[in-house]
């Protein structure tokens, strides 16, 4: 029979051109839309040594198909890449990258390949085992309700992850539809098509929709170059597939993929007990440590997660723990020290500054009390850094009003105050006994800080500071 393009019959193109509706609202379709939507299998089609039996899985690279080996007349999946991207070398490595990935791995929970070779019209294809049992994208609404089964199987996943690891190779593109089912319910890893070598720079295209799948992959798959990436992100993606079986969604939500994207590189994952709260409070703690935003953070290992998923199910005590708010204080500062430096500023520069108000107000004098914070100066030209001087000036005030008994000004009352001079008449025009004036210089990494307390009522100054600090150094 005669075929064209990715294995289609001339008589199956004739008949959708005579029996079709002739309906305008194709004219803007695509040849690769219409061909896609036409039945190509006849029973004499083979691919190699393949009998080609249906069509099973089709993506932006390649289509699966079920076939038969023609001599042992074994079923296998065959994979073989799509004809329109004969033309890219860029897929074409992709595609052979795939296929050599996971044709160098021999674990029982990794797809094997069989044969990987080249059709007659030079189109590369591999075949493989076929899993029977779907993947878990299908099973996963019968295993929210198992969840020790669930846990059993990510157990064996990375396990298998592991080995991969300990071969060289990183999968990156970890999902519940990667990790396949055989008949009798074991997972198999497949898709390897965005494995990287460990010792090896990939140069192919990062776009957005090769870099692995939003909701999955971990934040340092989309913002970093793929050299850096290490077993963590393997690790992480492991972890947001246990929780979208644990809890029926992946870790993070949105309209689209830039959107789950953010949310991933800047917000802590939810808890999973907060979804569900009915699951062990272990779960919710192994799912989280796999989700921490730093790979430094999470499991050492794949191997090292399985384990720990091990122990829960054999009812031991697990390894990972709860991350403390000191340690992750610590993690936050070293993401944003612009803003862990004014933490600690404003910390330790109102605490003075309510103890001085407060001895100043327990001892007798006359009314008028409470105190006015004067916008801080900013003495850098950068915008920046007048943004920094607002900020403590606004962290200052806020944390001198919850000094119980102290009354503090509010920032509308005092903003045309900025620069004057006489604190004698600001004190009687805010019926204020203290003015608390600054100014901000921020440069070379450091924050240089001076302010001082002023009594209204007698233009002293009760109380100055200066501090000159590293923001590296604020949590050393």
Avoid at 82 to 110: C, G, K
Avoid at 242 to 255: T, V
Avoid at 341 to 351: C, E, K, N, Q, R
Wanted: net charge neutral; charged share 25%.
């Amino acid at each position: 029979m005669s075929r064209v393009g990715r294995g289609l019959c001339l008589s199956c193109l004739l008949a959708e051109g005579i029996g079709g509706n002739g309906n305008s609202n194709r004219a803007d379709e695509t040849l690769d839309d219409v061909l896609g939507e036409i039945s190509v299998l006849d029973a004499d089609w083979h691919i190699g040594n393949y009998q080609i039996l249906e069509e099973i899985g089709r993506g932006g690279m390649g289509v699966i198909y079920r076939a038969r080996q023609r001599h042992s007349r074994r079923i296998v999946a065959l994979k073989r890449i799509l004809s329109y991207h004969a033309d890219s070398q860029e897929t074409l490595a992709r595609f052979r990258r795939e296929a050599q990935a996971a044709a160098s791995l021999d674990h029982p929970n990794i797809l094997p390949i069989y044969e990987v070779s080249e059709s007659d019209d030079g189109l590369p294809y591999f075949s493989m085992k076929f899993a029977g049992g779907g993947s878990l994208l299908e099973a996963a609404p019968t295993l929210r309700r198992e969840p020790r089964r669930a846990v059993a199987l990510m157990a064996k996943v990375a396990r298998a992850i592991q080995y991969a690891h300990s071969r060289g190779i990183l999968h990156r593109d970890l999902k519940p539809g990667n990790i396949l089912l055989d008949a009798r319910g074991e997972p198999l890893v497949s898709d390897f098509g965005l494995a990287k070598w460990l010792d090896s720079t990939s140069h192919l295209t990062q776009t957005i929709t090769i870099f692995g799948t939003p909701g999955y992959i971990a934040p340092e798959q989309v913002s970093g170059p793929s050299a850096n990436l290490s077993p963590a992100a393997d690790v992480y993606s492991l972890g947001a597939i246990l929780f979208d079986l644990l809890s029926g969604r992946p870790p993070f939500l949105g309209e689209n993929a830039l959107k789950v994207i953010q949310q991933a590189s800047e917000k802590a994952a939810p808890k999973l007990r907060s979804l569900v709260p009915g699951l062990d409070r272990d779960l919710e703690t192994i799912c989280s440590k796999c989700l921490e935003r730093e790979p430094d953070a999470r499991y050492r290992s794949a191997g090292a997660l399985a384990e720990d998923l091990e122990r829960w199910l054999e009812g031991r005590h697990i390894i990972a723990r709860p991350v403390s708010a000191p340690v992750r204080a610590c993690r936050w500062a070293r993401r944003n020290p612009l803003m862990a430096g004014m933490a600690a500023l404003l910390v330790a520069l109102s605490t003075a500054v309510g103890v001085m108000i407060w001895n100043g107000e327990m001892n007798p004098a006359p009314a008028p009390s409470g105190i006015a914070v004067l916008p801080f100066e900013s003495l850098s030209p950068e915008k920046e850094n007048a943004f920094f001087a607002e900020g403590v000036y606004d962290g200052v005030s806020t944390k001198l009003a919850k000094v119980a008994n102290l009354k503090v000004i509010s920032h509308n009352s005092v903003t045309k105050y900025r620069g004057a001079p006489n604190t004698k008449e600001i004190g009687r025009a805010l019926g204020v006994a203290y003015v608390l004036e600054g100014s901000v210089r921020r440069e070379a990494g450091r924050i240089h800080l001076n302010v001082q307390l002023i009594d209204t009522r007698t233009d002293a100054h009760v109380w100055a500071e200066e501090y000159d600090r590293d923001l590296s150094d604020v949590f050393a």
